[in-house]
């Protein structure tokens, strides 16, 4: 196992309301991904945080928010939730070396799996 | 056209069989490459990084052909194990986020 945990498992959540996603990264990692994966395609870039900043973004609504908090432990919120804001929501953490520019392996938890009614 | 493309297979093979899956990527910035292995309803799960002189890992090959801008996964003597959805995953320089394929789907027969 990875060591990066997630929670909930599971979250069942009605149009136009939000929800927090949490990610516990992996000992000694200091960076944090959020992916999600909509059922039968791969998982998609949200963000990245990287000693407590967001270090990138993908092609995701402000309505998709972050924080990393010093214990480098992460959470993912989703305002006015869409019904294609279902899927799988991944969080994979990394240890990246200040100054080194070569994509870091990441490790993926368990995901959330959020269902939109 | 997708950054990362796969053929979503299925590709069904039987125990034993060596089967290979390619995936091509469009920007050529492109600097770290990796597959990952995952199974139905579970996180992806890292199955080897790919690196430019190639690499094994037991029954496992990982290509990369930087001028054609495709990586390849070989599998010798498959399992009923290695059935699951095999993704390619590549990094740009400059960016550290993983830009995934869709997956290749392997189901291995008895």
């Known amino acids: 196992e990875t060591g990066v945990t997630q929670s909930p498992t599971h979250l069942i959540k009605t149009r136009g309301q939000q929800v927090t996603l949490r990610c516990s990264s992996q000992s000694g990692h200091n960076t944090v991904s959020w992916y999600q994966q909509a059922l039968g395609q791969g998982p998609q870039f949200i963000f990245q945080y990287y000693r407590e900043e967001e270090n990138g973004r993908g092609n995701f609504p402000p309505r998709f928010s972050g924080l990393q908090f010093p214990n480098y432990s992460s959470e993912l919120n989703v305002n006015a939730l869409e019904l294609d804001d279902s899927a799988l929501y991944l969080c994979?953490?990394?240890?990246?070396?200040?100054?080194?520019?070569?994509?870091?392996?990441?490790?993926f938890g368990p995901g959330t799996r959020l269902t939109v009614l | 056209r997708k950054e990362v493309e796969q053929d979503p297979g299925p590709f069904n093979v039987p125990e034993g069989a060596t089967v290979a899956f390619n995936c091509t990527y469009s920007?050529?910035?492109?600097?770290?490459f990796f597959w990952y292995r995952q199974d139905c309803r579970k996180e992806p799960k890292l199955l080897m990084s790919v690196y430019s002189s190639g690499n094994e890992d037991g029954r496992f090959t990982a290509q990369l052909n930087r001028a054609s801008q495709y990586i390849s996964l070989l599998i010798r003597d498959s399992k009923l194990s290695d059935s699951a959805t095999y993704l390619c995953v590549v990094s740009r320089v400059g960016t550290y986020k993983y830009i995934f394929g869709t997956g290749t789907r392997l189901k291995v027969l008895a």
């Open positions: 920007n050529s910035a492109s600097q770290s």
């Open positions: 994979a953490s990394s240890f990246r070396l200040a100054g080194i520019g070569s994509t870091d392996t990441q490790y």
